[in-house]
């Protein structure tokens, strides 16, 4: 059984930063995508990044290029999100998300595991 863990969340002024992970037990992964998404009040979960774990490839959304950074530990099974220049629009609840598949989907339901999120709140 697949689970995903995240951790790193918190508050921060804007224009801070914070890293969040997501370590993943129940299997190895090794030629499939893993993916951040959040989700604010009122709003519907939105892609944020996404990696290949085979290879590395990422994948943003507009609203976060040049700011966060996605990576992978293929040692430790983990997938970080570094996240720079905060800005009060990215509070929301963000989630670890894994597919079985290689292609980096920006669908939610693209992804059949998920994570239980971790708060993320940037104040101004």
């Known amino acids: 059984q697949v689970q995903l863990v995240e951790s790193g969340g918190g508050l921060v002024q804007a224009g801070g930063s914070l890293s969040l992970s997501c370590a993943a037990s129940?299997?190895?992964?090794?030629?499939?995508?893993m993916a951040w998404f959040r989700q604010a009040p009122g709003k519907e979960r939105e892609f944020v990044a996404g990696?290949?774990?085979?290879?590395?490839?990422?994948v943003y959304a507009d609203s976060v290029k040049n700011r966060f950074s996605i990576s992978r530990d293929s040692a430790k099974n983990t997938v970080y999100l570094q996240m720079n220049s905060l800005k009060p629009e990215d509070t929301a609840v963000y989630y670890c998300?894994?597919?079985?598949?290689?292609?980096?989907?920006?669908?939610?339901?693209?992804?059949?595991?998920w994570g239980q999120g971790t708060q993320v709140t940037v104040s101004s």
């Open positions: 129940g299997r190895t992964f090794r030629d499939n995508a």
């Open positions: 998300a894994a597919t079985d598949r290689m292609t980096i989907t920006t669908i939610s339901s693209g992804y059949a595991y």
């Open positions: 990696i290949r774990w085979s290879g590395g490839y990422t």
